[in-house]
């Protein structure tokens, strides 16, 4: 096998590791150091046999093997390799009389076959699709990792009870195909939550389709959901697919479902009872399927009421319906969030930063969010931006967070009523509870924004959790 000029692997990316089995050592040498040349790890087995433990014992991404072979033949080592290395790539090296057979071995899953005699070029150009054919599918899979850890349950930021409910609800419905309603305040996530849905189910492999249907023109509603066919209207200067068609096979969310258009309304619900569409200026129906994610701002049941939704499309869309507390009623997690999302912003505006003052994680934990996490999050991100220091500190804070008052006096919160007159050992376990919550539990930093030591927080708590008697119990004795 005559050597060809050296073709350099791409120095990004992983050695390729090749399995070459063939019991003609000079050929399987030759090939070897002409692959190794180019950056490939190859191991040699010199015999049918030797190349079946090889794939059952180690971990290669091509293997190439001659098709005859005396005790275990090619097929043998296809068939095993396919068991053993489901993502691995499998060449055949065949003599021309038994092309048609590598053809077979190619059916039954083999990735091409090399003719002999071989040539480098040939033999670096099959492998590198090969190479090439593995690295798209490992991408692929990293994308799918990324994916679930941006999308899946765990990517979602909470400490709370409540949001503990709204997940495992959302574990019981996301396996399943049935049509979801997602309700909750601007900006409390929904479609993190709708996106979570989709790639926890068994869509997750097609695509998740959004379209906002507040903020489509009235008139281009229909086109955007059904698409339409050129010559439909003015402007239609070409054929259009819609959002229908475009998540074939996947997941369709529609946001602010409740500004839908009620003409609209009435072909939405007879495309989700007869599963197809139609163009718009189209006659030919197209079929599809998609599953239906939905999401609102609105009351719908009052849209009901006052005509401008259709009760028939609204119990369509809500065979499970996903309630998303306001973040004012979850505040739990609203330092978690914070601490996340600050984290993320230096990363991304690259801004070196220790962490939240005490002060500041107050403030944030006492505001109501009337934006919720939307507004958490860009309040974050302005207060990074801002920040010289290293520390989000009252100087960071938005406008709209800041209260001189309350920033002057680092006293916490305003307790419920009911503890005014209280001993003050009630209070002070009050506060530290309420502190424990702020910070999601972590007793160094309660401790730190308590202004006491850690040892007397740890005494404290092992004090309440021992059953002692606390000052409420004598007063209520009494």
Request: include cysteine; hydrophobic fraction near 40%; charge should be negative.
């Amino acid at each position: 096998m005559a050597e060809s000029s050296k073709e350099p692997a791409d120095p990004a990316a992983p050695p390729i590791r090749v399995l070459i089995v063939d019991n003609d050592t000079a050929l399987a040498q030759a090939m070897e150091e002409s692959l190794a040349r180019v950056g490939y790890h190859c191991t040699i087995a010199t015999s049918g046999p030797e190349g079946v433990r090889r794939v059952q014992q180690d971990n290669f991404e091509i293997v190439i093997t001659d098709l005859v072979m005396n005790d275990v033949d090619g097929m043998e080592v296809l068939a095993r390799a396919k068991e053993a290395l489901p993502e691995a790539e499998v060449i055949m090296v065949t003599g021309h009389a038994t092309v048609p057979k590598a053809v077979e071995a190619m059916q039954q899953g083999a990735f091409n076959f090399l003719e002999k005699p071989i040539t480098p070029t040939r033999l670096r150009a099959v492998a590198e699709k090969a190479a090439d054919a593995v690295r798209l599918r490992q991408t692929n899979q990293e994308l799918n990792q990324r994916l679930d850890e941006r999308f899946g349950f765990e990517g979602i930021i909470f400490s709370s009870e409540k949001m503990k409910q709204v997940i495992d609800r959302l574990k019981r419905i996301a396996p399943t195909d049935a049509s979801v309603l997602i309700t909750g305040e601007s900006g409390t996530g929904k479609e993190l939550v709708a996106q979570a849905i989709h790639q926890n189910s068994p869509r997750k492999s097609k695509r998740i389709v959004a379209l906002n249907c507040a903020a489509v023109a009235e008139n281009l509603v229909e086109s955007e959901l059904f698409g339409h066919v050129k010559g439909a209207y003015t402007d239609a200067l070409n054929d259009r697919m819609g959002a229908f068609e475009y998540a074939n096979g996947g997941t369709l969310f529609l946001d602010e479902v409740g500004d839908m258009p009620l003409a609209t309304q009435i072909k939405l619900l007879r495309v989700l009872e007869e599963h197809q569409i139609t163009r718009v200026g189209d006659n030919k129906p197209i079929r599809v399927n998609v599953r239906m994610v939905s999401a609102t701002n609105r009351a719908l049941e009052d849209a009901i009421k006052a005509g401008t939704f259709r009760a028939d499309l609204y119990y369509r869309l809500k065979v499970v319906t996903v309630e998303l507390p306001a973040l004012r009623q979850r505040r739990e997690d609203i330092v978690p969030l914070a601490d996340h999302f600050r984290r993320q912003f230096i990363r991304r505006h690259h801004k070196p930063n220790k962490g939240i003052s005490p002060v500041v994680s107050r403030r944030l934990f006492s505001y109501d969010w009337p934006g919720n996490v939307r507004q958490l999050r860009n309040a974050i991100e302005t207060m990074v931006v801002l920040d010289t220091d290293g520390i989000l500190d009252i100087d960071d804070l938005p406008p709209e967070l800041v209260d001189a008052e309350e920033l002057r006096t680092p006293a916490i919160a305003s307790g419920p009523s009911e503890l005014i007159g209280q001993p003050l050992d009630n209070i002070e376990r009050w506060a530290i509870e309420e502190t424990l919550k702020l910070t999601s539990g972590n007793r160094e930093e309660a401790a730190r924004i308590l202004g006491i030591g850690a040892r007397t927080l740890y005494r404290k708590l092992d004090k309440y959790q021992s059953g002692e008697a606390s000052a409420s119990d004598v007063a209520t004795d009494e």
